[in-house]
């Protein structure tokens, strides 16, 4: 799957969502959403792990996760991160060195 393709993807559907709901997203909105996200991926992790109340659902937990990336490409999007560049130069640079 290729990241840059995928971002494209994920701010387009964003951008359609957007419209359908009349969502403002302002300056800080995809940062929170993203934090929601990654709290509704913690509450499905805490019930399959049977330390929250509710029935565990393993592919409720994918969709969460799958959540928490989408809002994450959409926040380098807006804040001007190259996604790409960073995880090389702070996560594969690792595998240059073992090679």
Do not use: N
């Not at 959403?33 to 509710?54: D, V």
């Not at 959540?67 to 996560?91: E, H």
């Amino acid at each position: 799957m290729d990241l840059k393709a995928l971002q494209a993807d994920v701010l387009r559907i964003s951008d359609i969502y957007a419209a359908e709901h009349s969502i403002d997203r302002d300056r800080d909105w995809a940062l929170l959403k993203l934090q929601e996200e990654l709290g509704e991926l913690t509450a499905e992790h805490l019930r399959l792990s049977s330390r929250a109340r509710g029935a565990p659902d393993p592919q409720a937990l994918g969709d969460e996760a799958a959540d928490v990336l989408g809002m994450l490409l959409i926040y380098c999007a807006r804040a001007g991160i190259d996604l790409d560049q960073a995880m090389q130069r702070k996560w594969l640079k690792w595998l240059e060195h073992k090679s």
